[in-house]
Each structure stands twice: as structure tokens, then as C-alpha cells.
């Protein structure tokens, strides 16, 4: 089954250090997608990659999609302490009803 | 902006009751889901629904669940009667394909507590 599985599990910066997450999945998607949680809150929808694109930036946000290795990172550059929370990568499999499956999360914690 | 809404924020239920969780989905949106996440843990897919049908369910999603969209707004997930493992966070989400493989729009959740 697909399952989209994030490293590291936890990750702790200093402001304005950049942090990289990468998460690693297992069967062909359309797309592969960035969430962000506050902690006990809900999901916020940082940016979405296409199958067919390598790499998309959006602000301070850097993704990269490797369909060869199944795998992408998040970059965060010059980090801030807003930027504490947990990060997801959610994959949406070429044949499902487009439910997203989402990794098991990376933890920040930017440090002031 | 449009956005998903979801009610109530939080619900407080005992063992065995049954519970409603309401979501609003984006007005224009065909496609739409139930996730839960338990505390602590990944978000996982409960359901799909698409042109008034469920169009897909997890192993999660057993006899004890449903779903309706009972007046072309309102979408709807039914627990019969709830367990303490259903103590979780709820999130509604829609989706459009129109405009290609845009993101799924996530409602702001509900916590639901089994006592």
C-alpha cells in the first residue's frame, strides 16, 4: 500500500537556519502535497507538486520531487520561530478517488 | 477566500452514543473526504465521496460509520456508537478537479472525546 513516510521525525534549528524535511513514498501519484499543523490544530496547505515537475518554489518554501528515487524534500530557508509545527507530505495515488495518504510527520521546533 | 467549515469544534461524547460531525464543504467542490487523526499521530483517509456516493472507504471506516450529504451543502460523518479509540481529531476536506490537481481544501477539524 501507498505510504508516504517522512524524515526526520523531529527537527530543532536555530532562527534563521534552514530546515530540510524529506519524505519517501511507494506507488505512483498525481501529485505530492505539504501541510502544515500547529500543534492540536488543523491542516494548512503549503504547496502542491505535479508528477511531471522536479522542483517549485514558493516564498521562503523550496519542494522537490524525485518520481525515480519516490521521494521529496521541504525546504524552509532563514527559519523562523513561527515556523514551529509539524509538516506532512501527503501523496495522492494515480489510481484512488484522489484520497490523500499522509507520512507520519516532521516535528520543528526553531529555537528563537 | 472560500474555506471548509466544520462543526462543532469539539465534541464530548459518552461510550456507545451516537455522534454527527457536520462539515460545509467548499460550494463549488464534487469531491469529499473524512480524515481522522488520532493524537499523536498521522492523519489517516476515512472515506471519499463523490456524485452522492461513498467512492471509496478505508478499513477504518466499518459498519459503525456513514456519511450523507443530505441537502447539497451539508456533509455529514456518522459514528453510531462511538468507542474510546474514536477519540480523534476530525477533518473535513474538499476538492475540485476542475481546475486540475489542485490542493484539498481542509476544514479546521473536530475533536471528538469518547468518555
Known amino acids: 500500500s501507498q505510504q508516504g513516510e517522512e524524515d526526520p521525525q523531529a527537527l530543532s534549528i536555530q532562527e534563521g537556519e534552514n530546515a530540510t524535511m524529506n519524505c519517501s513514498y511507494k506507488?505512483?501519484?498525481?501529485?505530492l502535497q505539504w501541510y502544515r499543523q500547529n500543534s492540536g490544530r488543523g491542516l494548512v496547505h503549503l504547496i502542491l507538486i505535479r508528477s511531471n515537475e522536479r522542483e517549485k518554489h514558493s516564498g521562503r518554501l523550496r519542494v522537490t520531487l524525485d518520481t525515480s528515487k519516490k521521494s521529496s524534500s521541504l525546504l524552509i530557508t532563514a527559519s523562523r520561530a513561527a515556523d514551529t509545527a509539524s509538516y506532512f507530505c501527503?501523496?495522492?495515488?494515480?489510481?484512488?478517488?484522489?484520497?490523500?495518504?499522509f507520512g507520519s510527520g516532521t516535528r520543528l521546533l526553531v529555537r528563537p | 477566500e472560500p474555506e471548509v467549515t466544520q462543526t462543532p469544534s469539539h465534541q464530548v461524547t459518552q461510550m456507545g452514543q451516537e455522534v454527527i460531525l457536520r462539515c460545509v464543504p467548499i460550494s463549488n467542490h464534487l469531491y469529499f473526504y473524512w480524515y481522522r487523526q488520532i493524537l499523536g499521530q498521522k492523519v489517516e483517509f476515512l472515506v471519499s465521496?463523490?456524485?452522492?456516493?461513498?467512492?471509496?472507504k478505508s478499513e477504518i471506516f466499518d459498519d459503525q460509520f456513514s456519511v450523507e450529504r443530505p441537502d447539497g451543502s451539508n456533509f455529514t460523518l456518522k459514528i453510531r456508537s462511538t468507542k474510546l479509540e474514536d477519540s480523534a481529531m476530525y477533518f473535513c476536506a474538499s476538492f475540485s478537479l476542475a481546475e486540475g490537481y489542485n490542493e484539498q481544501f481542509f476544514g479546521p477539524g473536530t475533536r471528538l472525546t469518547v468518555l
Open positions: 506507488t505512483s501519484i498525481n501529485n
Open positions: 465521496f463523490y456524485n452522492n456516493e461513498i467512492s471509496e
Open positions: 501527503a501523496t495522492d495515488a494515480t489510481r484512488s478517488s484522489y484520497k490523500l495518504i
